[in-house]
């Protein structure tokens, strides 16, 4: 599949690791109506093609991840037009999250605003020392609109996302770490490398393991225990259907690395 748009680089590589960089970093990589709509293509995109694995998701130039939304298209914007745009970016987000492979958030400075939540719409977030991440929107007299104020507090609790919120202050690579908001810290010019290896070792496994690991936990983060565990036996027993676990549990017993092939 051909990846040419206006404000993202799209790289495939070898082994299916598409790396996905939002490419205005004069602008430091600010989320315009147009970064998104091509965000919607990629990830479009990214399910379909069987070509892709795993995503990983920066930004260009060494400041920023993403610095937000863009401040001028949030000015001139209307009530009706903010809460379709805020819908729009929310059914955006969602699709990276519901993508069925894995992505990661290669976090490699500024990650404010809309840029914080598209990390929090990844699985896992690897920064880079300098990282940044916060959400300065009460700063603007706004609120986050692409899911942060769901998102944040489901993956560091109530306490510390209202701190992040109400404050609009960011928070350090360290402190990110300490409270669970990335998965790791690692020195910027091993950012990629360290983020690819760990996609990498995801993808050694089942792929249609890892889709339905990515949809219990997905689907079940909204539901009761009762149902999510529901879910997660209905998954199991699918999944005990599948090439891949006739591969993967032949080869433990045969004392091989598994082949397995996502069918
Ligand atoms: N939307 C639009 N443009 C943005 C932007 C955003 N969210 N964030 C940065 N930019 C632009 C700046 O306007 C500037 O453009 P210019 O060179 O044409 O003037 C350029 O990116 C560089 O940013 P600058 O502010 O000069 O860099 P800095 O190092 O002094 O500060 C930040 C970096 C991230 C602290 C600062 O840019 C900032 O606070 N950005 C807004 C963050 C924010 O509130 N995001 C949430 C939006 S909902």
């Not at 401040?71 to 379709?84: M, P, V």
């Not at 598209?118 to 700063?139: F, Q």
């Not at 996302?161 to 091993?190: F, M, S």
Request: aromatic share 4%; charged share 25%.
């Amino acid at each position: 599949m051909a990846y040419e748009f206006e404000t993202l680089k799209v790289e495939v590589k070898d082994g299916g690791v598409a790396v996905l960089t939002v490419n205005r970093p004069d602008k430091l990589n600010a989320l315009s109506s147009v970064v998104m709509r091509e965000l919607e293509a990629a990830f479009a995109a990214f399910r379909e093609d069987a070509a892709v694995r795993g995503v990983i998701v920066t930004g260009a130039g060494a400041k920023a991840f993403v610095a937000g939304a863009d401040i001028g298209e949030l000015a001139t914007q209307t009530s009706l037009q903010g809460r379709d745009i805020a819908r729009k970016g929310q059914g955006i987000f969602d699709r990276v999250e519901n993508l069925g492979k894995p992505v990661i958030a290669a976090v490699n400075g500024f990650a404010l605003g809309g840029g914080c939540e598209l990390a929090l719409a990844c699985h896992v977030r690897v920064a880079s020392e300098n990282a940044k991440i916060g959400t300065p929107e009460v700063k603007l007299g706004l609120i986050c609109g692409y899911g942060g104020t769901q998102r944040l507090p489901r993956l560091v609790g109530r306490g510390r996302a209202l701190e992040i919120l109400l404050t609009g202050d960011p928070v350090d690579a360290a402190e990110a770490y300490r409270i669970g908001l990335v998965n790791k810290v690692v020195p910027q010019d091993k950012l990629l490398e360290e983020s690819e290896a760990l996609l990498r070792k995801m993808l050694g496994n089942g792929p249609v393991a890892l889709r339905y690991t990515l949809d219990a936990v997905n689907a079940g983060l909204g539901m009761t225990l009762a149902d999510g565990q529901d879910h997660e036996a209905t998954l199991f027993g699918v999944l005990c259907a599948t090439d891949d676990k006739r591969e993967g549990t032949q080869a433990f017993l045969e004392k091989r690395k598994a082949a397995f092939s996502g069918k």
